[in-house]
Structures are given as C-alpha cells and as structure tokens.
C-alpha cells in the first residue's frame, strides 16, 4: 500500500540529547514536509523540500536540521538547541507543480523530552 | 500572509444532528483544504476546493472565494465522527513556490455523543 510512515509512535529523550525521527514515503512525491503540532495551536512548517538535496526553512526552523538525500525520506533531527521541543511532529508529502496540491500525512511521532 | 480563523474551537452534538464547522481566511486563495485529525494523531485529507461544493458521502464542503469563507458539513453526524477538524490554506496569495506553504487553524474539536 502507497503511504507514509513514521517511527517511532513515541519517543522519549533526555535534555540535550539530539533526536532523528524518521519519515519515509513510498507515493513516488518530490515534496515533503515537517510540521509541528502543539495543544490550541495549528500546524506550523519547520522544513521543507520539493526536491531530492534541497530543502527550505518554514516558519519555526531554528532547533532543527534535515536532509533529503532519497526521494523517500526525509529525516528531521531535534536538535539540544531546540529550545521546547517536546511536540506531535507530522510528516507530509505532495507532488509538486504550479497549483495548489493535496498533501499526504503520517501517522505522526510524539517526542517528549524531560 | 494568510490567517485563517475556525469556528467553533469546540462543538458537542447528539448522534444524528446536522454539523457546521467554519473557515474564514484573510488572503484571497486558488484552494483550501480540509482535514481530519483523529483522537489518535494521524491526519486524513477530506476535501480540497477551489469553487462551489463538493460532497463524500455525509460530508459536504463549500466555499465562497469572494467573502473568504468555507463551511464544512456534517449530515446526519454519528460518533465515529468525532475528531479534530481542520482547514487550510496557501500561506500567500498567488502561492508561486509557496504553494507548498500552508497555513493552518487551530481546528474545531467535534465530539458526537451517541
């Protein structure tokens, strides 16, 4: 089956610890996203890329890093320097063109740091 | 850039009730998007609407272009409906490379009650 996946469900760090969480599609999209989800709030954009070895900065970037050496994945690393990092983060993925395109969800990982 | 307003925040139905959740935006748009966000986290794609209606099953989204407002539509609502519902839109107007940049609100959460 073509979608998105996530791992893990759940995760737990330590203070200072960088942290990689995965996301990988198989729907054969160029873009892919990050987003972070917090209690009463929208989803942000942390990063993004519309194509393999480039990505953009969203809206809340600063803490974060990502890479995009395949088509399917996506890898976004929490970085110590985050500084509230405990969050739901949602991957997401599109085609990519002039218009305005659907975009896909994972299942999403829950990171909580302590 | 888009700001988008939902309303209401949170909405309590019997099972079998009509539903109205709504969406206004600031910034003039080509498309909009619902989605569903289950108790669980995981994020489905509903509609996405550049004019007029469109209808999946009990499910009916409109939107009016001009007044910046869309209206999601829930016949005869059942408690597996119960989720977070939300809207979003192209962060900019003409969406250029910012296609890919959403902007989302905060979401109404639905609770139906058998």
Same mark, same amino acid.
């Given at each position: 089956?073509?979608?998105?996946?996530?791992? +893990?469900?759940?995760? /737990?760090?330590?203070?200072?610890? #960088?942290?990689?969480?995965?996301?990988?599609?198989?729907? #054969?999209?160029?873009?892919?996203?990050?987003?972070?989800?917090?209690?009463?709030? &929208?989803?942000?954009?942390?990063?993004?890329?519309?194509?393999?070895?480039?990505?953009?900065?969203?809206?809340?970037?600063?803490?974060?890093?990502?890479?995009?050496? *395949?088509?399917?994945?996506?890898?976004?690393?929490?970085?110590?320097?985050?500084?509230?990092?405990?969050?739901?983060?949602?991957?997401?993925?599109?085609?990519?063109?002039?218009? /305005?395109?659907?975009?896909?969800?994972? +299942? &999403?990982?829950?990171?909580?740091?302590? | 850039?888009?700001?988008?307003?939902?309303?209401?925040?949170?909405?309590?139905?019997?099972?079998?009730? /009509?539903?109205?959740?709504?969406?206004?935006?600031?910034?003039?748009?080509?498309?909009?998007?619902?989605?569903?966000?289950? +108790?669980?986290?995981?994020?489905?794609?509903?509609?996405?609407?550049?004019?007029?209606?469109?209808?999946?099953?009990?499910?009916?989204?409109?939107? #009016?272009?001009?007044? *910046?407002?869309?209206?999601?539509?829930?016949?005869?609502?059942?408690?597996?409906?119960?989720?977070?519902?939300?809207?979003?839109? +192209?962060?900019?107007?003409?969406?250029? &490379?910012?296609?890919?940049?959403?902007? /989302?609100? *905060? &979401?109404?959460?639905?609770?139906? #009650?058998?």
């Amino acid at each position: 089956d073509g979608g998105i996946t996530q791992s +893990p469900k759940y995760l /737990f760090r330590k203070e200072g610890q #960088n942290v990689t969480l995965s996301c990988e599609q198989n729907l #054969n999209h160029d873009a892919m996203y990050w987003y972070r989800q917090d209690p009463g709030q &929208g989803l942000r954009l942390i990063y993004y890329s519309q194509i393999v070895n480039d990505f953009q900065k969203g809206d809340i970037a600063e803490g974060y890093s990502v890479s995009r050496e *395949k088509k399917e994945s996506f890898p976004l690393t929490v970085t110590s320097a985050q500084k509230n990092p405990t969050a739901f983060y949602l991957c997401a993925s599109s085609i990519t063109g002039t218009g /305005f395109y659907e975009q896909y969800f994972g +299942p &999403g990982t829950r990171l909580t740091v302590t | 850039k888009n700001e988008v307003e939902q309303s209401p925040q949170n909405l309590t139905a019997q099972e079998g009730e /009509f539903i109205t959740i709504n969406c206004s935006y600031s910034v003039g748009i080509s498309a909009l998007h619902w989605l569903q966000q289950h +108790p669980g986290g995981g994020i489905v794609s509903l509609f996405m609407l550049s004019s007029g209606k469109k209808k999946h099953g009990r499910l009916i989204a409109t939107i #009016n272009i001009q007044e *910046k407002h869309s209206s999601l539509h829930i016949t005869a609502s059942h408690p597996r409906d119960s989720a977070v519902y939300i809207c979003a839109v +192209p962060s900019t107007r003409d969406g250029g &490379g910012s296609n890919y940049k959403l902007t /989302f609100g *905060k &979401g109404t959460l639905l609770t139906v #009650n058998p």
